[in-house]
C-alpha cells in the first residue's frame, strides 16, 4: 500500500495550497457523488479491487488528476503520470516497461495517468493499446475536451468513459473549509479570519473548479489585511483578488459550444430571458461579440426566414452598430437584435427549401438550361434560338405567367419552399397557393 505521504513531495513549504490540499482518499474527495457514491459503478469495482481502464473528462479543477491518484492508492496499485503536453512515444515506452518490470518482479499492478491526453495524436495514443489489451498497465486519461472528437475509436473502445461535473457551490465551500482549518497542508496554522459570507462569496466566484478556488484563497491570505496576531480575508480582499477573474468558458471546446447551442435554442424556443442570460453568460466569459453577432445573423435566416424578414436588418444592425461602437456600447445593440428574434415568428421553411433544394441538385445532375430562359445578348445567340418563347412576366395579367415553366425541361417542376402559418409567411403562402392554382389552369 502506497502511503499518503508518498503522493507528495517532501518539502511542503513551496508547493501550492492546491497541491498540498489534495484529498488523500476516498472520503476526502469533494463531489462527483455520480461517480463516487455507494451504488456508482466506479465505486463498486474500486471496493472490490477491480481496476479497469477509463478517461476522466470534465472541466479543469473537477478532480480527474487526484480522482486518479486515489484510484491507484486504494486499489494498491503504483501510481505513475505523464502529460501528453510534453511527452512522446519515448516517454511511453518508458512507462510500459517500468509497468512490465514491476508486474513480472513483484506482482504489483501499475496506473499510468495521461494528463491532457487528447493533446497525443493517432500513433500517440495507438502505442497504449497493445499494452492496456494485455494488463501491463491500467491506463487513466484526463480530458477538458470531448474524447468523442478527440480520441480515438480504438481507445475508446478499450476504456470506460466516466464524466466529471463542474463542482457545486457547497463542494467549493467545503475545500475552502477545509483549508482554513487544516494545519498540516493547509491554512489553519496562519492565524487567518474570514467570514462566512465571503468563504461563500469565494466559493461562487471559483466557478466550480476547486484547484481555482484553492488559488484564490492562497492569494487572498497573502494579501488580507493585518489587525494585531490576525490576518483578515474580507470582501475588499476577495474583489482585489478576483478582480480579473473570467468564468470558464474555454473558446473552441465543449463549453464554448455548449453556451453558444444554448443561446440559438432559447431564442429559437422564444424564450428572450433565457437568450439574454446566454449572451450575457458567453460576454462575461470573454467572447468575441463578433462571433455572436454572426451567429445571430445566421440565426435571422435559419429560424426566422420569411415569417418576419426584419431579423435579418436587425442582426446586420447589431453586427454593424458593435463594429462601430465596441465594447461595451456595441453589446447592447447585439441584446437588442437577440430580444428581437427571441420574440419574433419562426420558420424554418427557407433553411429547409435550401437544403432539400441542394440534395435535389445533387442527385439531378448538370441539367441544360431550357432555350427559352438563356441569354441572348448577341445576334448570333438569337439566331441560335437563345431566349425563344420566353414570357416577360411584366407583360403578363397580374405580373404573372401562368403555366410557364422554369426547370430544365429534362425535370418536372419540384416544390422545394413551404412557408408555414407564422408571421408574413401567412400571407406569402395564400400568394403562392394563388399562382400555383393559375398554373395549374394555365398548363399546356
Not at 503536453?85 to 516517454?91: N, R, S
Amino acid at each position: 500500500m502506497v502511503s499518503s505521504g508518498q503522493l507528495f513531495a517532501a518539502d511542503d513549504s513551496v508547493r501550492p495550497l492546491a497541491d498540498r490540499l489534495r484529498p488523500k482518499d476516498l472520503t476526502e474527495f469533494s463531489g462527483q457523488q455520480h461517480l463516487l457514491g455507494p451504488d456508482s459503478t466506479l465505486r463498486q469495482a474500486l471496493e472490490r479491487n477491480r481496476l479497469h481502464s477509463m478517461i476522466f473528462w470534465g472541466p479543469p479543477g473537477t478532480g480527474k488528476t487526484t480522482l486518479a491518484r486515489m484510484i491507484a492508492k486504494h486499489c494498491d496499485a503504483h501510481f505513475m503520470s505523464i502529460s501528453a503536453v510534453l511527452a512522446g512515444v519515448k516517454d511511453i515506452r518508458e512507462k510500459v516497461a517500468e509497468a512490465r518490470d514491476r508486474l513480472d518482479t513483484t506482482g504489483q499492478r501499475s496506473v499510468l495517468f495521461v494528463d491532457e491526453v487528447h493533446r497525443f495524436n493517432k500513433s500517440q495514443q495507438d502505442a497504449f493499446l497493445p499494452h492496456i489489451e494485455d494488463g501491463t498497465l491500467f491506463f487513466v486519461g484526463a480530458t477538458t475536451e470531448n474524447p468523442s472528437f478527440e480520441l480515438n475509436n480504438a481507445l475508446l473502445s478499450r476504456v470506460r468513459v466516466y464524466v466529471l461535473k463542474h463542482l457545486e457551490k457547497a463542494d467549493i465551500r467545503g475545500i475552502i473549509d477545509r483549508a482554513l482549518s487544516d494545519e498540516e497542508f493547509g491554512l489553519g496554522s496562519s492565524n487567518i479570519d474570514m467570514h462566512e459570507s465571503h468563504r461563500d462569496l469565494l466559493a461562487a466566484t471559483a466557478d466550480g473548479d476547486g484547484r481555482h478556488a484553492l488559488v484564490l484563497l492562497e492569494l487572498a491570505a497573502d494579501c488580507a489585511r493585518i489587525e494585531g496576531d490576525r490576518k483578515v480575508i474580507d470582501e475588499r480582499v476577495i474583489s482585489e483578488v478576483t478582480r480579473d477573474s473570467f468564468r470558464q468558458f474555454d473558446k473552441g471546446g465543449d463549453n464554448f459550444y455548449d453556451q453558444i447551442s444554448a443561446l440559438h435554442k432559447s431564442m429559437r424556443g422564444s424564450d428572450p430571458d433565457a437568450a439574454l442570460y446566454w449572451f450575457c453568460r458567453m460576454i462575461d466569459g470573454g467572447c468575441d461579440p463578433l462571433y455572436i453577432a454572426r451567429r445571430v445573423l445566421r440565426f435571422a435566416s435559419e429560424d426566422i426566414g420569411n415569417a418576419d424578414p426584419r431579423a435579418a436588418q436587425h442582426a446586420l444592425y447589431a453586427w454593424d452598430a458593435y463594429s462601430r461602437l465596441g465594447s461595451p456600447e456595441g453589446e447592447l445593440a447585439i441584446a437588442h437584435a437577440i430580444i428581437f428574434m427571441s420574440c419574433a415568428p419562426k420558420s424554418n421553411a427557407v433553411y429547409s427549401a435550401y437544403k432539400t433544394a441542394m440534395a435535389f441538385v445533387k442527385e439531378s445532375g448538370n441539367q441544360p438550361v431550357p432555350m427559352s430562359l438563356r441569354n441572348a445578348p448577341t445576334k448570333l445567340m438569337k439566331e441560335l434560338g437563345h431566349g425563344d418563347g420566353y414570357r416577360y412576366a411584366h407583360d403578363e395579367i397580374d405580373g404573372f405567367a401562368a403555366g410557364a415553366h422554369y426547370f430544365p425541361d429534362t425535370l418536372e417542376a419540384v416544390q422545394f419552399y413551404e412557408p408555414v402559418e407564422r408571421g408574413l409567411e401567412i400571407r406569402i403562402r395564400e400568394r403562392l397557393l394563388e399562382l400555383r392554382r393559375l398554373n395549374d389552369a394555365n398548363k399546356s
